[in-house]
């Protein structure tokens, strides 16, 4: 197994729960495996492949990701092919007269295709011995990503009785573990859950204030590196876009309101490095891996723990530093309620799953306005422990946030206001009126004779709005999902005025200055010390040409990790250089000669 491992990827060793993974498939005993992203799924379906004969059969949804994995195998001299509606007649039968012929030992398809009739008399020719189902979460209406086709997968079993069949996910809980087993009727599958903590990403969540200025602040953290900026509406990300190109940027759009030929420009250029930069609905991301993205914004709250654990996982999939920064209000959670209940752009309305959904947003509206470590919050969602006392990678563990000063009498003057407005208006109004503000709405109403009428007047709009979505969050205020959202008390609003909650209030205390000096960098990530940056950069140059000639994406060349191991090792001679990490047999044949001349060169 790791003869294997060493020969085709350059690894000396496998991840937790992979040789386990590996072993359910070599025993041929179905498994549901769940790792998170960058845990090495792929290799747990991808070895066996080599050792055993036969053809494993890859389920994957997008026809770009499968590409991807094509040509990063066969990169590493593993015998691989896709098919895909893309293709010819001549092509897919040139295909499978390879898969007679034993020259496929992994054959990547649609969930669509593999539910034709016709594909799967010719895979009974085929000798398939494994399936593996990739993304499997699609298959449960109780996941985050439900997709029908995946249904039809369930019969896999009736039609190839002495094949295994193999569920991978990033993102699962129990009850979605559950479901996945039984829409797939796995037979006694080894269940492997492998631990959802990722140590080398660092998670920000902080009020939205000023999207633009924000944003930017996070840009410049990471100048020449690559990033996701996720929103929740297409208008969102129009603007967004043009906002970033007037200032420099080289941002490109993604989202489903564009033309198919748009969206294909936008993953090919952020796949070959040609932009770094892509501003995107949730639609974008999962057909890409590439794996040195450096940062990950949310403009806006996702709707589901999973959603964010999936999202934000595409970021340090190398393993080394990434941050995720996300941009909150309370407000947030209005919108998707409202586009939920009555369908949006972004979402088909389905009555049936409302009240999942609607549970899913809870969950992760708790997460953003909560008080507790990030890191914690995420495992433990999942129903793993977190031992660790501090991550060091977030920004509650890294003190940049601090507790409201009297947050109690901050509450009941809030709360108190709203009562005196007879709980018949919205957040903007409830805060002029906090803060005193002199303007015609409020005199016309005679609101400013209010006993609650600048009680809060030394403080900005932006943090009185925060702490009332705060308010809202716990529980102690509940807003409409009215066209225009109007603020009520609640049962737990009394125990609040007589101060016999339990209540917290945040705000974030960091400068600029302080998440450049404390920037990005966990205690856990995959980097064994500095490393020649010229070298490295110069690496990462050539690559891209190599990429480009190629026409592959450049992780399929060398993922990032690599060329920091050769920058910081800088072998001289092939030997050496089949020591790195990531460099196996076949790309020290295809490139060795190459990196080592770049290596002598920079010296």
């Not at 690894?11 to 072993?23: C, D, F, K, N």
């Not at 409020?442 to 400013?448: G, K, L, P, V």
């Not at 925060?466 to 959202?485: A, K, M, N, R």
């Amino acid at each position: 197994m790791l003869d294997v491992v060493s020969r085709h990827w350059g690894y000396t060793s496998l991840r937790p729960l992979q040789e386990e993974a590996i072993g359910a498939v070599l025993g041929g005993r179905d498994s549901l495996v769940v790792m998170p992203t960058g845990g090495g799924k792929s290799l747990c379906y991808q070895v066996p492949a080599l050792l055993r004969g036969g053809v494993t059969v890859v389920v994957s949804p997008l026809i770009s990701l499968m590409k991807d994995q094509v040509d990063g195998l066969l990169a590493c001299g593993v015998p691989a092919a896709q098919m895909n509606s893309s293709q010819s007649p001549f092509e897919l039968r040139a295909l499978e007269r390879d898969l007679d012929e034993g020259k496929v030992k992994l054959l990547f398809v649609s969930p669509e295709r593999l539910a034709m009739p016709s594909f799967r008399q010719t895979l009974k020719k085929s000798n398939v011995i494994s399936f593996a189902i990739d993304e499997a979460h699609c298959i449960s209406h109780w996941g985050h990503d439900f997709r029908p086709e995946y249904r039809q997968l369930r019969t896999l079993h009736e039609q190839f009785p002495d094949a295994s069949v193999h569920a991978y996910t990033a993102t699962a809980t129990q009850q979605v573990r559950h479901d996945i087993a039984q829409q797939l009727a796995l037979r006694d599958p080894a269940v492997l859950v492998g631990y959802f903590d990722r140590p080398n990403l660092t998670y920000r969540v902080l009020p939205r204030v000023d999207e633009v200025p924000q944003l930017v602040e996070v840009l410049e953290r990471h100048r020449g590196e690559a990033g996701i900026v996720y929103c929740t509406r297409r208008k969102d990300v129009d603007s967004l876009t043009a906002a970033l190109k007037k200032r420099d940027y080289n941002a490109l759009a993604y989202h489903a309101g564009l033309s198919q030929d748009e969206r294909k420009k936008t993953q090919d250029e952020f796949r070959a490095e040609r932009c770094d930069i892509v501003v995107a609905t949730v639609a974008f991301g999962m057909g890409i891996d590439r794996s040195n993205v450096r940062f990950i914004v949310h403009m806006a709250m996702p709707k589901s723990v999973e959603h964010y654990q999936q999202e934000t996982g595409r970021s340090g999939r190398d393993g080394l530093e990434a941050e995720c920064v996300l941009f909150y209000s309370g407000a947030d959670v209005m919108l998707w309620k409202s586009m939920l209940e009555r369908g949006g752009e972004e979402i088909e309305p389905d009555p049936k799953f409302l009240e999942a959904s609607i549970r899913h947003l809870n969950d992760i509206n708790r997460y953003a306005s909560g008080t507790t470590c990030r890191h914690r919050a995420l495992v433990e969602y999942f129903g793993q422990k977190y031992e660790p006392s501090s991550c060091n990678a977030c920004d509650i563990c890294l003190g940049e946030t601090t507790d409201v000063p009297d947050a109690m009498v901050v509450a009941q003057k809030i709360v108190s206001c709203v009562y005196r407005l007879r709980q018949q208006f919205g957040a903007g109004h409830v805060i002029s009126v906090l803060r005193g503000e002199n303007i015609e709405r409020i005199r016309q109403r005679n609101h400013d004779q209010l006993s609650t009428y600048g009680l809060l007047k030394g403080h900005s709009r932006n943090e009185i709005r925060d702490w009332v979505y705060q308010l809202v969050s716990q529980g102690y205020l509940l807003q409409t999902s009215d066209e225009y959202p109007v603020l009520h008390l609640t049962e737990t609003s009394s125990s609040l005025m007589k101060g016999e909650a339990d209540l917290r209030l945040r705000q974030p205390i960091v400068t600029r200055k302080k998440v450049e000096q404390k920037a990005s960098r966990p205690s856990s990530v995959a980097d064994d010390g500095p490393y020649d940056r010229t070298l490295f950069e110069s690496l990462r140059k050539w690559r891209r040409g190599e990429a480009e000639e190629r026409e592959v994406p450049p992780y399929v060349i060398f993922s990032d990790r690599t060329l920091r191991e050769i920058a910081r090792a800088q072998p001289s001679t092939l030997a050496a250089l089949r020591q790195v990490y990531g460099v196996g047999d076949a790309k020290l044949e295809q490139f060795g000669a190459r990196v080592i001349g770049i290596v002598t060169d920079s010296g």
